[in-house]
């Protein structure tokens, strides 16, 4: 069982800057992802960006609305993974969840055509509200 923390959100005006924290538990495997998803209100839980982590490596990808704004990073001291969303927009708007699955070196390889589909994580967190308003 792996839990997972998310931290970070709050009410920013367009155009500022947040980063949002994913702390996990733990990672057990040696290859894994996590993956960033925000859900807005009467819509379905979009993929945002997702990193996957294998000792001396990583491979990332990020959904085109959030390209060129958004960066996905990691701590291995601290098990966190990080979001750093800048240029936001009100469209920007929603609960940010992050979620973690063991995966295979071949699912890394592969990672842009499933990273950002829901069902490829096993873990998620509670998620964190991410207000983008003036």
């Known amino acids: 069982q792996v839990q997972l923390v998310e931290s970070g959100g709050g009410l920013v005006q367009p155009g500022g800057s947040l980063r949002l924290s994913c702390a996990a538990s733990?990672?057990?495997?040696?290859?894994?992802?996590i993956g960033w998803f925000r859900q807005a209100p009467g819509k379905e839980r979009e993929g945002v960006s997702a990193?996957?982590?294998?000792?001396?490596?990583?491979?990332?990808v990020y959904a085109d609305s959030v390209k060129g704004r958004f960066t996905i990073s990691r701590d291995d001291a601290k098990n966190t993974v990080y979001l750093q969303m800048n240029s936001l927009k009100p469209e920007d708007t929603a609960v940010y969840y992050c979620?973690?699955?063991?995966?295979?070196?071949?699912?890394?390889?592969?990672?842009?055509?499933?990273?950002?589909?829901?069902?490829?994580?096993?873990?998620w967190g509670q998620g964190t509200q991410v207000t983008v308003s003036s």
């Open positions: 979620a973690t699955s063991r995966i295979t070196k071949e699912q890394m390889e592969l990672l842009r055509l499933w990273a950002l589909s829901r069902g490829g994580y096993d873990y």
């Open positions: 733990r990672f057990t495997s040696d290859y894994y992802a």
């Open positions: 990193i996957a982590i294998s000792s001396g490596d990583s491979s990332t």
